[in-house]
């Protein structure tokens, strides 16, 4: 078990934006790809935004534009950057790391325990 911290969560008002970071503690970080899905109450889980290990980028179609994921290997540490937050973006969002870009959540092998995004007036 590779431990996962995800930070950052809260409130905003739609059209407001967040931060969210996930912090990995032990194992090799700068080569792993990095993800963050989501999931809505009774909902599946869904893909967001991936980063390999040199820095590629992937993004769910419903995303792109408003967020961005980015990576600061010596901090172990990535981010999800949120902008132009709608309420549909109420989710869930975890963290998760794997060995290629997927937007599969099979294809991730260790999870945070997530962290809450709730856009909302």
């Known amino acids: 078990q590779v431990p996962i911290v995800e930070s950052g969560g809260g409130l905003v008002q739609p059209g407001g934006s967040l931060r969210l970071s996930c912090t990995v503690s032990e194992g090799t970080f700068s080569d792993a790809v990095m993800a963050w899905f989501r999931q809505a109450p009774e909902k599946e889980r869904e893909f967001v935004a991936a980063i390999t290990s040199g820095g590629l980028t992937m993004y769910a179609d419903v995303v792109k534009g408003r967020f961005t994921i980015s990576r600061d290997n010596a901090k172990k540490t990535v981010y999800l950057h949120m902008n132009s937050l709608k309420p549909e973006d109420t989710a869930s969002y975890y963290c998760?790391?794997?060995?290629?870009?997927?937007?599969?959540?099979?294809?991730?092998?260790?999870w945070g325990q997530g962290t809450q995004v709730t856009v909302s007036s």
């Open positions: 998760t790391i794997g060995d290629f870009a997927s937007r599969a959540p099979r294809h991730y092998t260790y």
